[in-house]
């Protein structure tokens, strides 16, 4: 039987997104070898929770709002649901929790209550995104703004982790998120985590990749710095809206564009279907010693469920012990070649 904990009152929507997103995942998948911890405020969950396969259990209404830096909420979070449900998960009493709440404060009571793999020197935020091929594993997207050629070799042990689990990739292609695919291009720090990435045992490095490649699939993990990461993220973001925009007032401008609108809007849903965000939800903190995700703060139910498939299927899949074994498996790679030279 696998435990999940839910932070069911994070999130710009409230408990009734969660609400709602914890019912329509049990109302479209088998429930039966899962059992939710449910923390928040028992008088409202108790209204809306169906009792089975889940038990609740009561922070009342304290939460850590959007606003609160990371340094207070380590400090003042104890009680709040977001705190007892990592809390939950560190004392061995879940395998994995999810929090729609505030990004800052979660990765850092995430990283001091359940602490980081050995090897690894800070969990990374990871996507799945849509791509004209299948879609693409990126990382990091925001938690590491600055980062170290070590920790960018990290980041491609754990992207691939998540792309054997999410994708179902046994050995994908890593690229390296540069300003140019030439080898000449970049920073030192690039120029130095080219060379790890290259060198590294079982990792398919196939060099740098660009911007133009996330969307294209050129590589099935792209590895970045958080502060690259998310602001592209944030762009793809902003022109799927502006796009999507553009598309609806173009198909209301006239009676004609209406008109050709009902013979392609089988068409036009499948496309919304395949860029909508809420249905690419639940980002891994990957590094941790448990599974924690991090779904958007404006998730609706169907953002939320889709945050709650992720978590299910990386607790089935021995995730955090695949990132154990690939990372000493890729440390005594190395160390042995060091040894021959």
């Keep these: 039987m696998f435990r999940i904990a839910l932070d069911m009152m994070g999130g710009d929507l409230g408990v009734e997104a969660t609400v709602s997103g914890l019912s329509l995942y049990r109302n479209t998948h088998d429930c039966s070898d899962v059992v ?8 409202t969950l108790s209204k809306f929770v169906q009792k089975t396969n889940c038990e609740i259990h009561d922070t009342g209404t304290n939460v850590i709002s959007a606003t609160e830096k990371p340094a207070k909420a380590i ?8 705190f007892e449900a990592i809390s939950w998960v560190a004392q061995g009493n879940a395998d994995a929790v999810v929090s729609s709440g505030n990004t800052g404060a979660y990765m850092a009571l995430s990283k001091m209550l359940i602490g980081t793999i050995d090897g690894i020197d800070r969990p990374a935020i990871v996507s799945i995104i849509p791509n004209i091929v299948n879609s693409t ?14 920790k960018l070799l990290q980041f491609a042990i754990m992207g691939k982790a998540v792309s054997r689990v999410l994708q179902q990739i046994d050995n994908p292609r890593i690229g390296l998120l540069n300003i140019g695919t030439e080898r000449t291009k970049g920073t030192d720090a690039l120029e130095e985590a080219y060379e790890l990435l290259a060198n590294a045992q079982g990792l398919n490095f196939i060099g740098f990749v660009e911007g133009t ?6 590589a099935d993990v792209i590895v970045t710095d958080g502060f690259t990461g998310n602001v592209s993220l944030k762009t793809m973001e902003g022109t799927i809206r502006y796009i999507a925009h553009t598309l609806k007032a173009g198909f209301s401008s006239s009676l004609m564009s209406k008109i050709g609108y009902l013979f392609c809007r089988s068409a036009i849903k499948t496309m919304k279907d395949a860029i909508d965000p809420r249905h690419h939800n639940g980002a891994p903190l990957v590094g941790l010693k448990k599974i924690s995700i991090k779904s958007h703060g404006n998730s609706d139910a169907v953002g939320f469920a889709n945050a ?12 955090v012990s695949n990132i154990e074994k690939m990372i000493s498996e890729i440390e005594k790679g190395n160390a042995d070649e060091n040894e021959d030279n």
């Design 308 to 319: 709650i498939s992720v978590v299910v299927k990386l607790a089935k899949s021995g995730f």
């Design 137 to 150: 594993v990126m990382l990091d997207l925001g938690a590491n703004t600055d980062c170290s050629p070590t």
């Design 36 to 43: 939710f911890d449910l923390f928040g405020d028992k008088a």
């Design 75 to 82: 400090k003042a979070g104890r009680g709040t649901s977001m």
């Design 213 to 218: 490649d996330i969307a294209k699939g050129t």
